[in-house]
């Protein structure tokens, strides 16, 4: 899989990724509406979508600094994550699916890598 050493940092809190300003700018991501999350086995991918009028979890603004957050709380909690203990992502950009990877998110003992 062609990765490029592009990351997103984020944390998962309750069902909800959360990013901070400072990780949201070093992506680009800045002007993002809108993503969709996918479970591939072990791994949460997070899929950037060009307009937020065509469906996907929004990437709202928390705060007047910029953090940002995807509320998905449905989705994690059928993905058995409901509940679990707050945690540290880390996605990287893979451009062959133009999206970014969290591996081992689902794994029963998995760690961030």
Excluded: I, T
């Excluded at 990780?23 to 479970?39: H, I, M, Q, T």
């Excluded at 007047?64 to 990287?92: I, Q, S, W």
Aim: with cysteine.
């Amino acid at each position: 899989m062609a990765e490029e050493h592009v990351e997103l940092a984020a944390e998962l809190v309750d069902g909800r990724l959360r990013f901070s300003a400072e990780a949201v700018a070093a992506a680009g991501l800045d002007a993002l509406e809108s993503c969709a999350l996918l479970r591939e086995g072990e791994d949460l991918w997070l899929m950037p979508l060009r307009d937020g009028r065509h469906g996907g979890l929004l990437f709202k603004r928390r705060n007047a600094h910029g953090d940002r957050v995807v509320e998905a709380v449905d989705f994690f909690r059928r993905h058995g994550l409901a509940g679990a203990a707050p945690r540290r992502l880390r996605f990287l950009w893979c451009s062959r699916r133009a999206a970014y990877v969290a591996r081992n998110v689902f794994a029963k003992h998995g760690q961030d890598d």
